[in-house]
């Protein structure tokens, strides 16, 4: 995938096409990756940011209990806890309490995109290409904060300076992995 600087159609017709809207250049992101994938995302250290990463996070799904996950910072502390048994449910301790996976990443009319509300403010994520982008979507206008990508042996997150001001490193960790994962959403 390379910037272009020019527009881009719109994605599936769910979103509109603005300026804003074109994927930020790659010098734009602090990346993270999900490493060590244990067997799966949902067994996996997450390092990062680049160049001095470290562990930031680890996402702990224990064989004993493999119908639930918990996502831990490198304090120890419970970042968020996911529960997939039957309709899965999530919640992020401090963020949002318990409740169903499909209501917090909710599916738009049309399935091409997912709405995701945090802290009253409404995101969006659509795939672009081999991505999974967050949307900024207030004002009418629309543009990236993040985007996730699978690759051969790790996974992805590169989030925007305003991403990490709102506080949704937490969020887009949680969002990726689940996303990558395999589990049902909905």
């Known amino acids: 995938w390379g910037y272009s600087g020019t527009p881009a159609p719109s994605i599936f017709g769910a979103l509109p096409v603005h300026a804003n809207f074109l994927p930020t250049r790659p010098s734009e992101f602090v990346a993270y990756h999900i490493v060590g994938l244990n067997p799966n995302v949902l067994n996996a250290s ?4 680049s160049p001095h990463s470290h562990t930031a996070f680890r996402i702990i799904t224990d064989p004993a209990q ?8 490198s304090h120890r502390r419970t970042v968020a806890i996911a529960d997939w048994e039957g309709h899965a449910i999530v919640e992020m301790p401090g963020l949002f309490p318990r409740q169903p996976l499909r209501n917090w990443l909710r599916l738009s009319s049309d399935r091409s995109s997912r709405y995701m509300n945090v802290r009253g403010v409404q995101y969006i994520w659509a795939p672009v290409d081999q991505y ?21 042996t790790s996974i992805s997150i590169e ?4 991403a990490i001001q709102y506080g949704l490193l937490e969020v887009c960790i949680l969002s990726a992995s689940v996303f990558l994962s395999g589990q049902s959403i909905d």
Not at 66 to 73: E, K, N, S, V
Not at 132 to 152: D, E, K, N, W
Request: aromatic share 8%; proline share 5%.
């Open 46 to 49: 997450v390092v990062g940011p």
């Open 66 to 73: 493999p119908m639930r996950t918990i996502w831990r910072d």
């Open 132 to 152: 999974i982008c967050l949307y900024y979507t207030q004002s009418g206008m629309s543009h990236i904060l993040a985007r996730v990508s699978a690759l051969s």
């Open 159 to 162: 989030l925007t300076q305003q």
